[in-house]
């Protein structure tokens, strides 16, 4: 099949790509991931109650079920949040102060978040891996149940540099609408 002349093929850059993918593992984790954990943690509850109280009978597994699935769904969600920031501030201050006073305040706290996660990174997953523990009930070994912590650091450090440069550019933009 031949093109037109002077038409140019379609090419993807492969950073775009890259971040396309990441968008998509992202949602994915993110959002219908811990949609489909709420629904194992709602559905253990029931099951758990209702055994309970109407069959007289004892589910050990619904309890840890329901805490493994808050655990992964708080891991995974707060990646998403971060990127969307909508994670839990205190603006009290903040909304009155000025705009440079804002953006160091944002700098600030995303700086401090990147730095300890990155140095808490290292110490955590060594610990993690040196891990024999199990769960009670279910016998999954630790390094599978609190896995999903290392996705989240990751998020976190990564949407806290993001949050940096968004601060700074937001900054930028509003000194140039200002002398307008």
């Known amino acids: ?15 775009e790509s890259f ?12 959002v219908l991931f811990p949609c489909l954990l709420f629904l194992a943690l709602f559905f253990s509850f029931v099951l758990t109650i ?9 589910v050990v597994w619904g309890n840890e079920v329901a805490i493994l699935a808050y655990m992964w769904i708080m891991f995974f969600g707060c990646g998403k949040a971060m990127e ?9 201050v ?25 140095i808490c990174f290292q110490p955590c997953l060594k610990a993690l891996l040196a891990s024999t523990q199990i769960t ?3 016998k999954l070994p630790y390094t599978v149940v609190f896995a999903p912590f290392f996705w989240m650091m990751l998020n976190i450090i990564v949407y806290s540099i993001i949050n940096i440069k968004k601060a700074l550019d937001e900054y930028k933009a509003s000194g140039k609408e200002a002398s307008a």
């Open 1 to 15: 099949m031949t093109r037109p002349r002077g038409a140019r093929s379609e090419e993807v850059c492969p950073v």
């Open 19 to 30: 971040k396309n993918v990441v968008k998509k593992v992202n949602s994915f984790l993110g």
């Open 136 to 138: 009670g009930v279910l």
């Open 94 to 118: 903040y909304d009155v102060v000025s705009p440079m006073v804002k953006m160091i305040m944002k700098v600030v706290y995303n700086a401090v978040l990147t730095i300890l996660m990155v």
């Open 50 to 58: 209702f055994y309970r109280y109407i069959a007289n009978k004892s």
């Open 84 to 92: 969307n920031d909508e994670h839990v501030v205190f603006s009290l």
